[in-house]
């Protein structure tokens, strides 16, 4: 259970070894603890209910919470909305998209009477409510109370200009607290790293708790969210998912470039009125054409001969790539059983970030040997389900 501010008070004055207000008084003291209050709640990104707002016509700034810290989402009847830099935000007039200014935020498009009564839902992380009096209750678990003492130590030092045990009792503080953040929650990451359901942040508290990475002055979430990212990408490449259905294109007569699908990948095939063209990389298609050919340039693909009159269809068949994670709640599209590999990609990563090279070439052999293993088996399935299928057919 949380202590007051009566307890957490004597506390540090006891060992300050303190009885009186020497040189540092209990309102400079209340004042550390609540600072600390913050950075943890912070860290640890407390969730409060969301916030419900009903839109109102012509109205696009809305009220923001008082007590909200970070944004996690903003959902308007189930769509989540884009956040947009507030100096671009007006310019771009972009659809189901929001920015903040202040303690206003705005949404696009603005509601009409149509869209008037519909709920607009804020999921936010809160600020902690502040200690005043003495026997007001620390806004956060038991369990937090010493970080809270350690905090008000470390400050109550600098103020004495005691600066080695300000910085040596400063980082004793950030250590169990990023210690701490990782393990806040160990029992459900477990469950859920069993299942491989996992989110953004859930994926990334996994890899510090497997690697021990407290630290995040040397691998900071950013990192993780980025190594976490590439192993996507690279699983992606390695298993192409077939885009399900073909991207298919009306031929304007005259026309040789056609832009790509967004979730575009590689090609499998292009077709035009149902017959293949040839692939062809873009100098030999600029300098010597095959007939009846494909290449690319930028996020384009280009047709030869140019599109006439007859051609009606293009059709491209391709291998897509998936959303990357940004936002702490995404979810990987990848199939459950393999998001356990982007877990061991990151590691190694962060393993090769420390300079841990031993561990970080042990990592990624498992990593590479768990794909290639996937893969194969996929492949195998594959053919089963083909073979399966033909001796049905005959």
Aim: aromatic share 12%.
């Amino acid at each position: 259970m949380a202590k007051n501010l009566e307890f957490l008070t004597r506390q540090v004055l006891s060992r300050l070894n303190e009885t009186d207000d020497s040189f540092v008084n209990r309102d400079d003291i209340r004042n550390y603890l609540n600072e600390a209050l913050d950075d943890l709640t912070d860290a640890l990104r407390v969730e409060a209910p969301p916030a419900e707002i009903t839109l109102i016509e012509d109205v696009d700034e809305y009220d923001i919470p008082e007590n909200l810290n970070r944004f996690a989402r903003v959902e308007l009847e189930g769509t989540r909305l884009i956040f947009n830099e507030f100096k671009t935000f007006n310019e771009i007039q972009q659809d189901n998209t929001y920015t903040v200014w202040g303690d206003k935020l705005y949404i696009r498009p603005i509601p009409t009477s149509a869209e008037a009564g519909q709920t607009l839902k804020v999921y936010y992380y809160r600020k902690p409510t502040h200690m005043q009096d003495k026997d007001d209750v620390a806004d956060i678990e038991g369990k937090y109370d010493q970080l809270l003492i350690h905090y008000a130590l470390a400050k109550a030092f600098e103020r004495d200009e005691e600066l080695e045990l300000f910085q040596a009792t400063m980082q004793q503080y950030e250590a169990k607290k990023n210690e701490m953040v990782v393990n806040r929650d160990i029992k459900l990451e477990r469950e859920v790293y069993r299942s491989g359901d996992m989110n953004l942040r859930q994926m990334i508290n996994a890899v510090r708790y497997r690697g021990q990475l407290y630290d995040k002055s040397l691998v900071t979430d950013d990192d993780l969210k980025d190594f976490i990212n590439e192993a996507q990408n690279d699983i992606v490449d390695v298993l192409r998912l077939e885009a399900d259905p073909p991207y298919t294109i009306s031929i304007v007569e005259g026309q040789r470039d056609y832009e790509l699908p967004e979730d575009f990948n590689r090609m499998e095939r292009v077709e035009v009125d149902n017959e293949r063209y040839v692939p062809q990389d873009y100098l030999h298609f600029a300098e010597a054409p095959i007939e009846k050919s494909y290449t690319f340039w930028h996020d384009k693909v280009l047709l030869n001969p140019v599109p006439g009159e007859d051609e009606e269809e293009l059709v491209l068949h391709y291998y897509r790539r998936l959303p990357q994670l940004e936002n702490d709640d995404d979810v990987s599209q990848l199939d459950v059983k393999y998001r356990k590999l982007l877990l061991l990609y990151a590691l190694s990563r962060a393993y090769e970030k420390r300079g841990e090279l031993n561990q970080s070439n042990s990592i990624l052999g498992q990593y590479e040997h768990k794909k290639a293993e996937m893969v194969a088996f996929r492949a195998v399935r594959e053919e089963d389900e083909y073979a399966f299928q033909e001796k049905w057919y005959w």
